[in-house]
């Protein structure tokens, strides 16, 4: 049996009170503000622990209570700012009653003020498969504009943080991520990396806008819904290889168009794919050709006024493929190739710079200009005109075969001799069978031309963002 021989009070243990150790750290240090921490283990349950923080060789301090952590430690994170703790070599020494305990000294070196950060990736667009990469490049400066190194910046994509490694941009996640680096509260410039799927299927919704004189729906020029849904699927024919090419550089473009379903407020549309204009009031009523071709009230519309129902009807080219199936007069059909970012060039497609802030209305919108003959529409025109806009250029030239549509796996001639005589630039020789043609079956997209879609697909301006329109 023990006998407790030798027993103390609690107010016996306060005389008792000892420091067995304390330091001091600095926990976080950034260009203004930061923390420095304190703990001390002290014995004795005291009342009040207190650590005064000194600058040896500026010869003032700063005193601040402990607060108890758990039974014997007392600790605290003291916030700082640079005008109160400047750099320099600071001490602390902890007190409890009348006993003092010197901890460590600490160095206190406060970053550098950052003035702004520049970004910069070397490729605007990878692929999702958590290994291709674009690498980030990052520049911090100074006041004075000297580059800054050992910066702790951070890294956001979609306004989240990111940890990557060498500053290697990798994702599985296709779509686009716009990146930014964050230093406290200095923000640089945003940088947006396209990662795609390698073997994706490009789901392009469609709007077909269907010019009509007022008629009732499925009357004249007001093309009905079967109508339109047939056009869609001749598209989707053609653009996936399903006209029966027997020509071996054949190819599916790896392209789908689909009915788009939403207005451009996001309202479901009550005929999908499809926005009917009443073009009576474009009918200007000029009669002189080329002004406009139309004359007043004839129930057709001349090339200048159906430009001006285009500019003022067209939708969204980042969100919508346009089609404009027009009843007119003048019977081109017509549409242009588009725009590809500068540093991302196409051969015979015009670029604009790579931050360009392109605006449809100011710039260019896209549109698929169709020419019905009232009533029906041919498919093969159609085709014919999407390939233009996804960046095809006529696999024929007029000049002497100067100009090229830069695939050589299509065949091209000179359309401007009598003969239609071939072109250097030409692999092989399945006549007159590519919808890029104006003769012949037109059956055929090519390897070559499947390779400029899918450029477009990445570096076209509207189209590199089509792609993901949820339309
Ligand atoms: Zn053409």
Same mark, same amino acid.
């Given at each position: 049996?023990?006998?407790?021989?030798?027993?103390?009070?609690?107010?016996?243990? $306060? #005389?008792?009170?000892?420091?067995?150790?304390?330091?001091?750290?600095?926990?976080?240090?950034?260009?203004?503000?930061?923390?420095?921490?304190?703990?001390?283990?002290?014995?004795?349950?005291?009342?009040?622990?207190?650590?005064?923080?000194?600058?040896?060789?500026?010869?003032?301090?700063?005193?601040?209570?402990?607060?108890?952590?758990?039974?014997?430690?007392?600790?605290?994170?003291?916030? +700082? /700012?640079?005008?109160?703790?400047?750099?320099?070599?600071?001490?602390?020494?902890?007190?409890?009653?009348?006993?003092?305990?010197?901890?460590?000294?600490?160095?206190?070196?406060?970053?550098?003020?950052?003035?702004? +950060?520049?970004?910069?990736?070397?490729?605007?667009?990878?692929?999702?498969?958590?290994?291709?990469?674009?690498?980030? #490049?990052?520049?911090?400066?100074?006041?004075?504009? /000297?580059?800054?190194? /050992?910066? #702790?910046?951070?890294?956001?994509?979609?306004?989240?943080?990111?940890?990557?490694?060498?500053?290697?941009?990798?994702?599985?996640?296709?779509?686009?991520?716009?990146?930014?680096? $964050?230093?406290?509260?200095?923000?640089?410039?945003?940088?947006?990396?396209?990662?795609? /799927?390698?073997?994706?299927?490009?789901?392009?919704?469609?709007?077909?806008?269907?010019?009509?004189? %007022?008629?009732?729906?499925?009357? %004249?020029?007001?093309?009905?819904?079967?109508?339109?849904?047939?056009?869609?699927?001749?598209?989707?024919?053609?653009?996936?290889?399903?006209?029966?090419?027997?020509?071996?550089?054949? $190819?599916?473009?790896? +392209?789908?168009?689909?009915?788009?379903?939403?207005?451009?407020?996001?309202?479901?549309?009550?005929? !999908?794919?499809?926005?009917?204009?009443?073009?009576?009031?474009?009918?200007?009523?000029?009669?002189?050709?080329?002004?406009?071709?139309?004359?007043?009230?004839?129930?057709?519309?001349?090339?200048?006024?159906?430009?001006?129902?285009?500019?003022?009807?067209?939708?969204?080219?980042? $969100?919508?493929?346009?089609?404009?199936?027009?009843?007119?007069?003048?019977?081109?059909?017509?549409?242009?190739?588009?725009?590809?970012?500068?540093?991302?060039?196409?051969?015979? !497609?015009?670029?604009?710079?790579?931050?360009?802030?392109?605006?449809?209305?100011?710039?260019?919108?896209?549109?698929?200009? !169709?020419?019905?003959?009232?009533?029906?529409?041919?498919?093969?025109?159609?085709?014919?005109?999407?390939?233009?806009?996804?960046?095809?250029?006529?696999?024929?030239?007029?000049?002497?075969?100067?100009?090229?549509?830069?695939?050589?796996?299509?065949?091209?001639?000179?359309?401007?001799?009598?003969?239609?005589?071939?072109?250097?630039?030409?692999?092989?020789?399945?006549?007159?069978?590519?919808?890029?043609?104006?003769?012949?079956?037109?059956?055929?997209?090519?390897?070559?031309?499947?390779?400029?879609?899918?450029?477009?697909?990445?570096?076209?301006?509207?189209?590199?963002?089509?792609?993901?329109?949820?339309?």
């Amino acid at each position: 049996m023990f006998v407790c021989i030798f027993s103390c009070s609690e107010d016996e243990e $306060k #005389e008792f009170v000892k420091i067995t150790d304390a330091y001091l750290t600095v926990e976080e240090i950034g260009t203004e503000y930061g923390y420095l921490y304190v703990s001390a283990n002290v014995t004795g349950n005291p009342e009040q622990v207190w650590a005064k923080i000194f600058y040896p060789s500026l010869g003032y301090s700063i005193k601040y209570q402990l607060f108890q952590a758990e039974t014997n430690r007392f600790h605290r994170h003291i916030s +700082i /700012n640079r005008n109160n703790f400047p750099d320099g070599i600071i001490g602390c020494e902890i007190t409890v009653a009348k006993i003092t305990y010197l901890t460590n000294e600490v160095y206190l070196e406060w970053q550098t003020l950052v003035s702004n +950060i520049q970004l910069n990736i070397s490729d605007r667009v990878i692929l999702a498969n958590n290994s291709s990469c674009s690498t980030l #490049e990052i520049k911090v400066f100074d006041n004075n504009q /000297n580059e800054l190194s /050992n910066i #702790e910046y951070q890294i956001y994509d979609n306004d989240e943080q990111i940890y990557i490694q060498n500053n290697q941009f990798k994702t599985n996640i296709s779509g686009f991520h716009n990146l930014y680096v $964050k230093f406290e509260n200095v923000i640089s410039n945003e940088k947006v990396v396209d990662a795609i /799927n390698p073997n994706y299927e490009f789901e392009i919704p469609v709007i077909f806008h269907i010019v009509n004189l %007022g008629e009732p729906i499925g009357n %004249g020029t007001n093309l009905t819904q079967s109508k339109v849904h047939n056009l869609l699927t001749q598209l989707n024919n053609g653009f996936s290889n399903s006209f029966g090419s027997t020509n071996p550089y054949a $190819k599916d473009m790896g +392209i789908v168009f689909r009915l788009a379903q939403l207005d451009q407020n996001n309202i479901p549309l009550s005929e !999908i794919g499809i926005n009917r204009i009443n073009g009576n009031s474009y009918d200007d009523g000029s009669p002189q050709f080329p002004n406009s071709v139309d004359i007043a009230s004839d129930g057709k519309l001349g090339p200048n006024e159906i430009w001006k129902l285009a500019g003022d009807h067209y939708w969204n080219p980042r $969100k919508y493929l346009n089609i404009l199936i027009f009843p007119g007069q003048y019977s081109e059909s017509y549409s242009d190739t588009g725009y590809v970012f500068e540093s991302y060039p196409l051969n015979g !497609i015009p670029t604009r710079p790579d931050d360009c802030d392109c605006n449809p209305d100011s710039d260019f919108f896209q549109m698929c200009f !169709i020419h019905s003959n009232g009533t029906s529409v041919d498919y093969k025109t159609l085709i014919h005109e999407v390939g233009h806009a996804f960046s095809l250029l006529h696999v024929f030239s007029t000049d002497n075969c100067n100009s090229s549509d830069y695939c050589p796996d299509t065949y091209s001639y000179d359309r401007n001799t009598s003969d239609w005589s071939p072109c250097p630039d030409n692999l092989t020789g399945e006549l007159h069978d590519n919808y890029m043609d104006y003769s012949g079956v037109r059956n055929t997209f090519s390897k070559n031309q499947r390779e400029r879609i899918r450029h477009v697909m990445k570096y076209g301006i509207w189209l590199s963002e089509l792609k993901y329109s949820t339309k």
